[in-house]
Nanobody, 114 residues
Framework: QVQFVESGGGLAQPGGSLRLSCTAS????????MGWYRQAPGKERELVAR???????NYGDSVKGRFTVSRDNAKNTVYLQMNSLKPEDTAVYFC????????WGHGTQVTVSS
């Protein structure tokens, strides 16, 4: 059973930065395309960014140019560097396979506010 553990969230000011990490259990992480997802209050969960096993990234329009996804297959870890944060980035952030597996971690809360 794969498990995902997200960390690195917190409070940031508009224009600030945060770096999220997600560690996955299981030896087949390295063959997964991994995604970062977020869910804001009252909204559907949305895909923010994804990265192939070989490291090719893809971003949602709302974060393109501000967020960078990366991975370390040796550590079963995927990262999300978030720069130029906006209040509308406030959400709980999750990682999962892309397409998703029917298992979610607890997520990590990101709050962007002055």
């Amino acid at each position: 059973q794969v498990q995902f553990v997200e960390s690195g969230g917190g409070l940031a000011q508009p224009g600030g930065s945060l770096r999220l990490s997600c560690t996955a259990s299981g030896s087949i992480f390295r063959v997964y395309t991994m995604g970062w997802y977020r869910q804001a209050p009252g909204k559907e969960r949305e895909l923010v960014a994804r990265i192939t096993p070989g490291g090719l990234p893809n971003y949602g329009d709302s974060v393109k140019g501000r967020f960078t996804v990366s991975r370390d297959n040796a550590k079963n870890t995927v990262y999300l560097q978030m720069n130029s944060l906006k209040p509308e980035d406030t959400a709980v952030y999750f990682c999962n396979r892309y397409p998703i597996l029917n298992v979610w971690g607890h997520g990590t809360q990101v709050t962007v506010s002055s």
